[in-house]
């Protein structure tokens, strides 16, 4: 199978419960960012994005947490699934550059 | 087509070897780029292509690394005298604007030199 990953940070949580993914970003004048999901053997898929002047956005059971001062971005998924197991990764468009930079990405697994 | 298309899905090419890495992005998306993800690492990013314009190539990281879009269409990633270190998924993504709007990545191309 996959093995994409293996050295990703991982989170475990139990099905049902909230999980909270972190994510850091590096460049101040970033004004978009997305969390993508990446399932073993598939390209990432877009889950949500937020845009720099704002501070929260939410989805279908997911919300994305923007905290400017600090660099922060989260996303929160709620009673999460066993279908939500994957790596997680944020993402930060940098002003005019054409290009999104990558977080290392972070490995969900939830027990059932 | 209904999603972003590569192919293929795997290659294992012998180091020295020539490959190249086909992507068909969604009909009518203007950008289209390139990515790679080596074993544990995020998505690295190696070039982007904007309608007409002279593409973006600064994240290719040799000059063993070409990419070609062709009618504002289809996109082949080159590498030449492949390295055991090019061994890693290449991602290629598409999306409508060239800002402020998520991409739409195809499954990869799971390239391995030996």
């Known amino acids: 199978g996959e093995s994409v990953g293996l050295h990703l940070p991982t989170l475990s949580v139990q099905e049902g419960d909230n999980s909270i993914i972190n994510c850091a970003y590096s460049n101040s004048a970033s004004d978009y960012f997305i969390w993508y999901k990446q399932e073993s053997g598939k390209g990432p898929q877009f889950i949500i994005d937020i845009r720099s002047n704002m501070d929260k956005r939410q989805g279908q059971r997911v919300t994305v947490l923007l905290n400017k001062t600090v660099k922060h971005l989260s996303l929160q998924i709620a009673a999460t699934q066993p279908g939500d197991s994957a790596v997680y990764f944020c993402a930060e468009k940098r002003g005019n550059n054409n290009d999104m930079r990558f977080g290392a990405g972070t490995r969900l697994t939830v027990k059932p | 087509g209904a999603g972003v298309s590569q192919s293929p899905s795997n290659k294992v090419t012998e180091k020295g070897k020539d490959v190249e890495l086909r992507c068909d992005p969604i009909?009518?998306?203007?950008?289209l780029y390139w990515y790679r993800q080596s074993l544990g690492q995020g998505l690295e990013f190696l070039i982007y292509f904007q309608g007409n314009s002279a593409p973006d190539k600064s994240g290719l990281p040799s000059d063993r690394f070409s990419a070609e879009r062709t009618g504002g269409s289809v996109s082949t990633l080159t590498i030449q005298r492949t390295q055991q270190e090019d061994s890693a998924v290449y991602l290629c993504?598409?999306?409508?604007?060239?800002?402020?709007?998520?991409?739409?990545f195809g499954s990869g191309t799971r390239l391995t030199v030996v």
């Open positions: 009909s009518g998306h203007t950008a």
């Open positions: 993504a598409s999306s409508l604007l060239g800002q402020n709007y998520g991409y739409t």
